[in-house]
């Protein structure tokens, strides 16, 4: 019997937990699987394991494993795949599959051209910062640049630059302060599907210095709109089609 096991990032937020839950509920009535459990990476239960060992009490055989994580990186090259070869040592007859992350899709820089026009609607010329969770894996440096240059080309912006909360690339507190030498109208978009410790942290650093900036606009996170929710269910019809899976334990 098949099952879904959603795997979203957790946060300590609440607020954060909450959105990724509602998120998931208007996903499920779309994915055709009789099975379907959420669990978290981290710091929310229940884990992965947990998640896994209540597909299984349900009678599932097979669970396709879909991130819920905007690009590649750690978390879904090491991190879910180290669970799911543990989870495997617990039931090895069960036989797992790895979805992909969201990705560069252009429905996802629909999204954040709306989070742009939210805020302002005169956004032609202006630059943007894309801000990045950030990883040591190149690849989100190469996917978060090809999508400032998408949305830079959608929205007819002056400049969309990218920078990470950590990681390796340009830091946002490097990027903040070249916008203070710069004193340019610019919008800041948090690339985070929810409100948590980081939102916060990007929040906090731009409180510190609109004194001295006026011109720089916060907006929201990318977040869990209808363009994010219909990337994540192709994602998962991909995997469950086997079509586009990164691991599978038979």
Do not use: W
Not at 40 to 50: A, N
Not at 134 to 161: M, Q
Not at 216 to 241: E, S, T
Request: aromatic content about 6%; some cysteine.
């Amino acid at each position: 019997m098949q099952a879904v096991l959603y795997v979203a990032h957790g946060t300590r937020v609440k607020a954060g937990v909450d959105e990724a839950l509602r998120f998931i509920e208007k996903v499920k009535p779309r994915i055709d699987a009789p099975i379907q459990q959420v669990s978290f990476l981290e710091l929310v239960q229940p884990s992965i394991l947990q998640g896994v060992t209540k597909c299984v009490q349900q009678g599932a055989t097979k669970i396709a494993v879909a991130p819920i994580l905007l690009l590649t990186a750690n978390h879904l090259n090491h991190d879910i795949p180290n669970e799911i070869a543990e989870a495997k040592k617990h039931f090895p007859h069960i036989q797992f599959t790895i979805g992909e992350a969201f990705g560069v899709d252009e429905r996802l820089v629909e999204t954040l051209h709306h989070r742009l026009v939210e805020m302002d609607e005169e956004v032609k010329g202006a630059n943007v910062l894309l801000v990045g969770r950030g990883s040591s894996d190149p690849a989100v440096k190469r996917d978060l640049g090809e999508i400032a240059a998408l949305l830079k080309k959608k929205a007819g912006l002056h400049e969309v630059a990218t920078c990470y909360l950590y990681g390796k690339g340009v830091s946002f507190e490097q990027a903040l302060q070249q916008l203070l030498a710069e004193n340019r109208k610019t919008f800041i978009i948090p690339y985070l599907l929810f409100s948590g410790l980081l939102k916060q942290h990007i929040e906090t650093k731009i409180e510190e210095i609109q004194h001295v900036n006026q011109a720089i606009l916060l907006c929201n996170c990318l977040g869990y709109d209808k363009q994010v929710q219909h990337v994540f269910v192709d994602r998962i019809h991909q995997l469950m089609g086997k079509g586009r899976c990164i691991y599978e334990y038979a």
